[in-house]
């Protein structure tokens, strides 16, 4: 079974860091560019970031918002994406979701909460 | 950045009646390689979002043939052909052609 797992959310103050990560399972995590998405408490899905698969240069694509504070990155050995949110603000508060580049599956998300 | 907007943002339906959304794109939608990657999503309610529709009208594995999906270029509609207890949540279209991907609003679907 396709499986994507978030993890590393939590609480943390304005101006700090935090990084989640991805962990994939039942499919060969190298082969897929793998997406990062974001939902604000009670708004609507925003999509944060794209990093390619290696065969494609393993670069990257970031939202306006988050360009220069946000930094996607993967471990292909360990089947693992990280999305590393550093200078968060409180505008960054949301459940953040990781998924493949065929959009599918969808994990349960990691709520991130940014406040002093 | 391409704009995309729904129509309408609230539908109550009657259980077994059909139900359709529409979604405008601020400009075309097709890719240089040929494919429109415009894309329906379903979020149910406290749940992460599933992928009904791909590529305009590709109904994704395991998903119920009552949803479909057509149109072209900057308009696309997504159709239940009738409206069951379990297809109430918020429904989303997204591009992927171009970054940023982008989505629509969301449209509530609920029972009246």
């Known amino acids: 079974e396709v499986q994507l797992v978030e993890s590393g959310g939590g609480l943390v103050q304005p101006g700090r860091s935090l990084r989640l990560s991805c962990t994939a399972s039942g499919f060969t995590f190298g082969d897929y560019a793998m997406s990062w998405f974001r939902q604000a408490p009670g708004k609507g899905l925003e999509w944060v970031g794209f990093?390619?698969?290696?065969?494609?240069?393993?670069?990257?694509e970031y939202a306006a918002s988050v360009k220069g504070r946000f930094t996607i990155s993967r471990d292909d050995s360990k089947s693992i994406a990280y999305l590393q949110m550093n200078s968060l603000k409180t505008e960054d508060t949301a459940v953040y979701y990781c998924?493949?580049?065929?959009?599918?599956?969808w994990g349960q998300g990691t709520l991130v909460t940014v406040s002093s | 950045d391409i704009v995309m907007t729904q129509t309408p943002l609230s539908s109550p339906v009657t259980l077994g009646q059909p139900a359709s959304i529409s979604c405008r794109s601020s400009?075309?939608?097709?890719?240089?390689?040929?494919?429109?990657?415009l894309s329906w999503l379903q979020q149910r309610p406290g749940q992460p979002p599933r992928l009904l529709i791909y590529?305009?009208?590709n109904r994704f594995s395991g998903v119920p043939d009552r949803f479909s999906g057509s149109g072209a270029g900057t308009d696309f509609t997504l159709k239940i052909s009738r409206v069951e207890a379990e297809d109430v949540g918020v429904y989303y279209c997204?591009?992927?052609?171009?970054?940023?991907?982008?989505f629509g609003p969301g449209t509530k679907v609920d029972i009246k």
């Open positions: 990093i390619r698969s290696k065969a494609y240069g393993g670069t990257t």
């Open positions: 400009q075309s939608l097709v890719h240089s390689d040929g494919n429109t990657y």
């Open positions: 590529k305009i009208s």
């Open positions: 997204m591009q992927a052609t171009q970054f940023p991907h982008t």
């Open positions: 998924t493949r580049i065929t959009f599918d599956p």
